[in-house]
């Protein structure tokens, strides 16, 4: 055994330590805890069998009331499954209506907001033709007043009116 050579680069630091030993220990759990019925039962079979009826009687009653009470068990789990279930749903449900709610509201807004935006740029192109018109039959000041004032109407229409991607 002498004939093994020490390694000169082991890749350690050598600062590990050991854990600590603590075994996780489960609670053993009776399948039929919440039933006394069936615990009742069970005793009662195990220990007077011929008060039901004899030994086989006794462990058939007491075999079929605990797997009875092991489906009630099971059933009760799948009960409270299905309630968790359910109001996941519910709330699934309800956030689609609070979106549903604000996404109509979005449409209903955009068409008050398209027909403001399609009136501003008809008045305004009104404006700016009525303007250059009169600035051409010598009311220039009227005709430029016109004109700035349909100016603005479009600047206001094209910049200021919000857009469908804004929303």
Request: hydrophobic share 40%.
């Amino acid at each position: 055994m002498s004939d093994i050579p020490k390694p000169t680069d082991t890749g350690s630091a050598g600062i590990q330590q050991p854990g600590t030993v603590t075994a996780l220990v489960a609670e053993p759990s009776h399948p039929l805890e919440g039933l006394p019925i069936s615990q009742r039962l069970e005793g009662l079979a195990a220990a007077r069998p011929r008060s039901m009826g004899g030994e086989i009687a006794a462990t058939l009653v007491a075999g079929s009331f605990t797997q009875l009470s092991n489906e009630l068990i099971e059933t009760r789990r799948d009960l409270q499954d299905t309630r968790r279930e359910l109001q996941s749903s519910h709330n699934t449900l309800a956030e689609c209506r609070e979106k549903s709610a604000v996404l109509t509201e979005k449409v209903n807004a955009n068409s008050r907001d398209r027909h403001l935006r399609n009136l501003c740029i008809a008045v305004g192109t009104a404006l700016i033709g009525f303007g250059i018109e009169l600035a051409r039959n010598k009311l220039e000041a009227v005709g430029y007043l016109l004109g700035g004032v349909g100016c603005l109407l479009l600047i206001f229409s094209w910049f200021f009116v919000p857009k469908e991607a804004e929303k």
